[in-house]
């Protein structure tokens, strides 16, 4: 179970950016899907995730409206779009798995998460 995360740059406040995470030995229809990110000093926080299944997602609430992930399951990858990015989003951001599906109050919480990628860093500065 491998989990690539990758996508981020150096951007302006106010741009876009879309991060990948493409997944290698498990498929999406099997696991919850979650990206995460960690910014200097800072604990890792969830950012948003997609179950398996029902496709239901969660968002954290500072995300909620500029963020949005989705997944395609042909080239078994899944997607952060984000949007009016701010200084305060700079951090590394990691692709996670957990295997089956989680209950909303659980979805972004990382404990939940065996499996994880090594991360893709987002600057946002002017």
């Known amino acids: 179970v491998q989990l690539q995360a990758s996508g981020g740059g150096l951007v302006q406040p106010g741009s876009s950016l879309r991060l990948s995470c493409v997944l290698s030995?498990?498929?999406?229809?099997?696991?919850?899907i979650g990206w995460f990110r960690q910014a200097p000093g800072k604990e890792r926080e969830g950012v948003s995730c997609i179950r398996p299944g029902d496709r239901a997602t969660a968002y954290a609430a500072s995300m909620k409206g500029r963020f949005t992930i989705s997944r395609d399951r042909t080239k078994n990858t899944v997607y952060l779009q984000m949007s009016s990015l701010q200084p305060e989003d700079t951090a590394v951001y990691y692709c996670?798995?957990?295997?089956?599906?989680?209950?909303?109050?659980?979805?972004?919480?990382?404990?939940?998460?065996?499996?994880w990628g090594q991360g893709t860093q987002v600057t946002v500065s002017s």
């Open positions: 996670a798995a957990h295997a089956g599906n989680l209950i909303r109050s659980s979805m972004l919480a990382s404990r939940y998460y065996e499996y």
């Open positions: 030995g498990f498929t999406l229809d099997s696991y919850t």
